[in-house]
């Protein structure tokens, strides 16, 4: 043992500071959760008896956004209702509820969000008697993937067969699809009683106007990428890093072909929603219907509709908590707004990867801006068509294991965004290796590792 009282004084020092950054990170989280029980607790009083329970499992923030209009329609009807995250749903709290709704999305291939893998294995995972809980449920999904609704059943099933009594048949939402969504409003009308339809039609399309558009990567073997800006014309929205934006499809043939989701690359203070978007090509060539019209068929001045969502699995921490953001390809944009969002306090290290260095290192002048003020403390990038590179993002992170585990261990979270195929899956892979899969996952569960992938 050392006698040396300096670096004695160092070690003591270096303690305090680490625990005051882990003090600041539950502060943190603490606070955004009393916010949301204070928005809820507001809507429990609302009717006689108990509140309904209304919890949510989501990825992208839709089943949120749909929990919150369920309350708010359940306490116009003079019902109660108190909301929670899947994150803070345990078996207690089920079993003194007598009326639930759950309102649940499914991700990957079947998978639960994120937010409800602590309830998967600590609850789900368990035998359980509900039978004094009758609930509803409505299944977000998209009927493209195998498993539609896999979430959904998987949550029906065990609901069931721990003896809870549905109040109605589970409700599946195709792609947001309206009609199912009118669906599960005339459900909440037996509820209340009430008569007539409840007005909570997810809100209108915003008008936007595209005022820039770049193409990011002239001559790269991979897609074309393009960095496009849109000005609003109404009112002055408000959003965070982490928060997507829907963009409306124009009628075709009389058709509403619908809406697609693009992670947003800045900040209300850059006065425009900034997207990077890649032009898919299906494989006869033809281009992908949102991305061809956006990166192509759009002329600078065009207007748009365009609505904002809020996306709370992909908020960032305090800014004291130092940020390990990894991801591939248009993964960038969601990572960039992080990174326009951070001062040096907390710092962060990027893991990139993509096509060449030569065409591919997208918003570089941008990131050798922040790794100079200090905003980035460490940028590792891999190019897989480079001569003497070869490899993938989820390469880097196994290579940087050591220094991973160091970053955790001072309390940083794990920011993963871009294509769920191949990346985040090996990503995920690399991160249970180097820092073990019980610490893996109970990142995941504590949310100090999220992931806007796709
Ligand atoms: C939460 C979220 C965030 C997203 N953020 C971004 C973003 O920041 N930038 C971005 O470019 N896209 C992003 N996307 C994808 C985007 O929403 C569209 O899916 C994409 O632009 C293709 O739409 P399209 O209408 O052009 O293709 P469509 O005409 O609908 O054709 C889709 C076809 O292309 C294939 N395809 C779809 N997406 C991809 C893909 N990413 N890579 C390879 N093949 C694909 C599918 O297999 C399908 O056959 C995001 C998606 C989600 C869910
Ligand atoms: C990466 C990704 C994977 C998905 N996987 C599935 C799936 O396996 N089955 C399904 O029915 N829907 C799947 N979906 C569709 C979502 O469930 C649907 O978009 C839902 O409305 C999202 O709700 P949320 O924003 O609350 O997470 C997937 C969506 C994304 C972006």
């Known amino acids: 043992m050392t006698a040396?009282?300096?670096?004695?004084?160092?070690?003591?020092?270096?303690?305090?500071?680490?625990?005051?950054?882990?003090?600041?990170?539950?502060?943190?989280?603490?606070k955004a959760r009393a916010a949301a029980r204070a928005r809820s607790d507001a809507l429990a009083g609302a009717g006689e008896g108990q509140p309904v329970l209304i919890a949510f499992a989501s990825q992208t923030g839709f089943a949120e956004e749909l929990a919150w209009m369920t309350a708010?329609?359940?306490?116009?009807?003079?019902?109660?209702?108190?909301?929670?995250?899947?994150?803070?749903?345990?078996?207690?709290?089920?079993k003194a509820t007598d009326r639930a709704l759950l309102i649940v999305s499914t991700t990957g291939e079947g998978d639960p969000p994120d937010s409800a893998a602590r309830f998967v294995r600590k609850v789900m995972g368990e035998a359980t008697d509900l039978s004094g809980l009758r609930f509803g449920l409505l299944a977000l999904g998209d009927r493209s993937y195998d498993r539609f609704c896999g979430f959904g059943h998987a949550v029906d099933g065990w609901l069931r067969r721990a003896g809870a009594e549905p109040l109605f048949d589970m409700v599946e939402v195709n792609n947001g699809e309206a009609g199912a969504i009118r669906h599960w409003q005339h459900q909440l009308n037996q509820i209340t009683g009430s008569i007539t339809a409840p007005d909570w039609t997810p809100p209108a399309y915003d008008p936007w106007r595209l005022v820039e558009r770049t193409l990011v990567n002239p001559g790269s073997p991979g897609g074309e990428a393009w960095h496009l800006a849109f000005e609003t014309m109404g009112a002055s929205p408000d959003w965070s890093a982490g928060d997507i934006a829907e963009v409306g499809l124009p009628e075709r043939d009389g058709v509403t072909p619908g809406s697609?989701?693009?992670?947003?690359?800045?900040?209300?203070?850059?006065?425009?929603?900034?997207?990077?978007?890649?032009?898919?090509?299906?494989?006869?060539?033809?281009?992908?219907?949102?991305?061809?019209?956006?990166?192509?068929?759009?002329?600078?001045?065009?207007?748009?509709?365009?609505?904002?969502?809020?996306?709370?699995?992909?908020?960032?921490?305090?800014?004291?908590?130092?940020?390990?953001?990894?991801g591939n390809g248009t993964g960038i944009a969601g990572l960039?707004?992080?990174?326009?969002?951070?001062?040096?306090?907390?710092?962060?290290?990027?893991?990139?990867?993509?096509?060449?260095?030569?065409?591919?290192?997208?918003?570089?002048?941008?990131?050798?801006?922040?790794?100079?003020?200090?905003?980035?403390r460490r940028i590792d990038r891999s190019f897989s068509r480079d001569a003497g590179d070869g490899q993938y993002v989820q390469n880097l992170v196994a290579a940087a294991a050591d220094e991973l585990r160091a970053w955790v261990a001072r309390g940083a979270a794990i920011y993963v965004c871009g294509s769920l195929e191949g990346m985040s899956q090996g990503v995920h892979a690399a991160l249970e290796s180097a820092l073990g899969a019980d610490v893996a996952l109970t990142l995941l569960e504590e949310g100090r590792y999220r992931r806007d992938v796709y």
């Open 336 to 376: 960039r707004a992080h990174l326009k969002a951070r001062t040096a306090a907390g710092g962060a290290w990027l893991l990139f990867g993509e096509r060449t260095q030569a065409h591919d290192a997208f918003f570089d002048a941008e990131l050798q801006a922040w790794l100079a003020s200090g905003v980035l």
């Open 4 to 30: 040396d009282p300096q670096r004695w004084l160092w070690a003591v020092g270096a303690l305090a500071l680490w625990l005051a950054l882990i003090a600041v990170i539950v502060w943190h989280e603490r």
């Open 260 to 326: 697609r989701e693009y992670s947003i690359a800045s900040l209300p203070s850059d006065g425009r929603v900034e997207f990077l978007i890649r032009l898919i090509r299906h494989p006869d060539g033809a281009p992908g219907l949102a991305s061809g019209w956006l990166t192509q068929d759009l002329a600078l001045g065009d207007q748009i509709g365009m609505r904002l969502r809020t996306n709370r699995s992909f908020h960032g921490p305090a800014d004291e908590t130092p940020m390990i953001l990894i």
């Open 72 to 94: 708010r329609s359940l306490g116009d009807g003079g019902v109660g209702a108190r909301v929670l995250s899947f994150a803070d749903l345990d078996v207690q709290t089920l």
